[in-house]
């Protein structure tokens, strides 16, 4: 990741690099925008193509094969949504104020300090249905907040892109097949009442309420199968960023216990209905919420309750340097 900020660094213009550059402190570094909107930093359109290929190098650095083609998967749907939109008689009144925000290189790239040295450091890359924050601190890194969206739900035929693709089917399929495993005593604890008027995430925030309660049903309530499904659920997340992060993500995790671990789930058992699940525990919060747009609109949120934007390594990394050496005799 440090090797491709770099590279992204000098291919950039003087210009550019000073649009694209934020002191490792500013308070840009902490505005999670989940909307396209006023976003800030430069963007893929406005950079070279250069430095355009090599941004995408820094998301495979952090993001590992399968997350970075998600990642360009939810971009590349952004031609399919225009379509959508401008087949809608109500929307076209809003169309020419929206259309600003619509686009597969209308993504914006914010670097957070300089890579090149030994402070922290970090970058964010969004657009809509697309914001990747990751932070490092003395060699580790922290991947979120991570939000990652699908719209539509599934490439429709005669549409734009690859009929029938599901960007983040994974991510729905196994939950839902986690649910449908409970019992009913099970599924009377795992369930919540969808509320389709609600805000999409309890962690949309700045912040995360490290002493948020949990709810469902927790991991130590389950079979082994059910455990299984449960792993393979967190595995679906962790596909999402490079083999290293997710490494040290899951000895996050088994750190905490991974019977602490609640899953909730909220809608209907049926594919393509409205639906909201949450997985929660100490050290993660994911909200999966297809609400919106008649259940074809996906947004998928994972935040880090003690360790969001590299909350706690910054927190190590600050008593490390201010330990006072004892005394010698």
């Known amino acids: 990741m440090t090797a491709a900020a770099i590279a992204v660094r000098e291919s950039l213009s003087v210009d550019d690099l000073e649009s694209a550059t934020y002191a490792f402190d500013d308070d840009e570094r902490y505005d999670l925008r989940l909307a396209p909107l006023l976003l800030e930093g430069l963007t893929l359109r406005d ?3 250069e430095s355009s290929a090599k941004v995408g190098d820094l998301v495979e650095a952090s993001l590992g094969p399968v997350g970075r083609k998600k990642a360009d998967d939810i971009r590349g749907l952004e031609d399919e949504v225009v379509r959508m939109e401008e087949k809608d008689v109500w929307y076209m009144a809003l169309f020419a104020s929206l259309a600003g925000i619509r686009g597969t290189d209308l ?5 957070y300090g300089d890579p090149s040295g030994e402070d922290p450091w970090g970058y964010r890359f969004d657009g809509h249905h697309l914001s990747l924050n990751f932070t490092v601190v003395d060699g580790a890194v922290s991947p979120t907040p991570l939000f990652f969206g699908g719209q539509p ?3 429709p ?3 734009i892109g690859p009929a029938g693709l599901r960007v983040l089917a994974k991510e729905e399929d196994t939950a839902r097949a986690l649910y449908l495993s409970l019992d009913a005593q099970q599924r009377e604890r795992a369930t919540l009442p969808l509320e ?4 999409l995430f309890v962690g949309g925030g700045e912040r995360v309420d490290p002493n948020l309660p949990p709810v469902g049903i927790p991991g130590d309530a389950l079979t082994p199968d059910q455990k299984r499904l449960l792993n393979a659920l967190l595995e679906a997340y962790f596909e999402n960023v490079s083999t290293r992060i997710a490494s040290s993500e899951r000895a996050r995790i088994d750190a905490a216990g991974r019977e602490s671990l609640h899953f909730a789930w909220a809608g209907s058992t049926t594919p393509g209905e409205e ?3 949450r997985l929660q525990g100490p050290t993660l919060l994911i909200e999966f ?3 919106v747009d ?4 996906i947004h998928v949120l994972w935040r880090d309750p003690t360790g969001d934007f590299g909350a706690d390594l910054l927190r190590q990394h600050h008593e490390a340097a201010h330990t006072i050496e004892p005394a010698k005799e």
């Open 289 to 291: 919420d297809n609400t």
């Open 153 to 155: 739900r599934e490439v």
């Open 157 to 159: 035929p005669g549409g």
């Open 275 to 277: 639906i909201y699940y």
């Open 107 to 111: 993504y914006y790239l914010s670097l």
């Open 294 to 297: 008649d259940a074809r609109h």
């Open 196 to 199: 389709l008027d609600r805000d």
């Open 47 to 49: 950079m070279g193509e």
